[in-house]
């Protein structure tokens, strides 16, 4: 779990590393610059954004945007990160000197990989997990769960892409929003966790496929013992199913067969009764 102290403390890398004034708030996208990221979009609505804001892009293939893209933005409020990383723990230092992270999704029509996938994406958005684990406040669109979570939780803000995006947030709100990013991630999603009881229901899941198929096996060697007469050996076998398991219904009812074979009545009609409960 990273130090909640460090991830609130501004850092500067991208300001220095861009030649971007220190007093400007940083909206940081990353991943690929696409349609389904909503990034002609995004590069847009930077035409009507205040003086204080600036877009960076850390583009998951390269340094440069798309040419379909090239008229889409203002220039002095766009940068693009010199040397992209694709790996999470690469972009600590990114991370870490935004004031919020963007992660908009477009649904696109006939698209395998970006039609439904997009559309209920829910939870499973890698971009925005990795905002709220570094306490970066998210900026997203109507997408689901997710959305559903951002604004339940004050994660951040959930736009209305009808219209251009305008960031106008104050250090109040974002220290606010950084604050409840980090809870959540750590009491919601780090794996550190929340894998713990998912790996505990996994081994109680074998423990009992593990249990179901040794009982298998007796009951296996019981029928067997009786079909060879060794019905002794049988009630012995079924008996240890039974101790297992006290309502195992084939069980009970081979020691009721078995009784009422060696004309025990009573005994029959006992295990045979309950293994008709338990049917």
């Known amino acids: 779990m990273l130090d909640d102290q460090h991830l609130i403390e501004k850092q500067y890398y991208l300001h220095e590393t861009l030649n971007i004034e220190k007093t400007k708030k940083i909206v940081l996208f990353i991943g690929s610059i696409a349609n389904w990221t909503m990034a002609d979009y995004i590069l847009e609505s930077t035409r009507f954004w205040p ?32 040397h992209p990383s694709e790996k999470v723990h690469q972009l600590e230092n990114i991370l870490l000197s935004a004031d919020m992270g963007i992660a908009l999704y477009r649904p696109l029509q006939r698209s395998i990989g ?18 709220l684990k570094y306490g970066l406040p998210v900026i997203t669109n109507e997408i689901g769960e997710m959305s559903t979570y951002i604004k339940k ?59 179901k198929n040794e009982i298998n096996t007796i009951l296996y060697q019981a029928k067997q013992a009786l079909q060879q007469g060794n019905m002794a050996k049988s009630i012995q076998l079924l008996l240890m199913i039974v101790d297992k398991n006290p309502d195992h219904p084939m069980a009970l009812h081979y020691l009721g067969v078995i009784h009422l ?7 029959d009609l006992r295990y045979m009764n309950k293994a008709y409960i338990n049917s």
Request: proline letters at 3%; glycine letters at 6%; a positive charge.
């Open 51 to 82: 003086d204080d804001w600036v877009l960076v892009i850390n583009n998951r293939y390269a340094n440069k945007t798309n040419p379909y893209y090239e008229h889409s933005f203002n220039r002095d409020k766009v940068f693009f990160c010199a």
């Open 114 to 131: 970006c039609g439904n996938n997009i559309r209920y994406i829910g939870m499973s958005s890698g971009k925005i997990g990795t905002y």
């Open 153 to 211: 939780y004050d994660l951040g803000t959930v736009i209305d892409v009808r219209k251009a995006f305008v960031p106008s947030y104050s250090g109040d709100n974002i220290a606010s929003w950084k604050k409840n990013c980090i809870q959540f991630f750590n009491h919601q999603l780090d794996l550190n966790i929340s894998i713990k009881p998912f790996i505990q229901k996994l081994k109680n899941i074998t423990s009992n496929h593990d249990k």
């Open 261 to 267: 074979k060696i004309g025990e009545r009573e005994q």
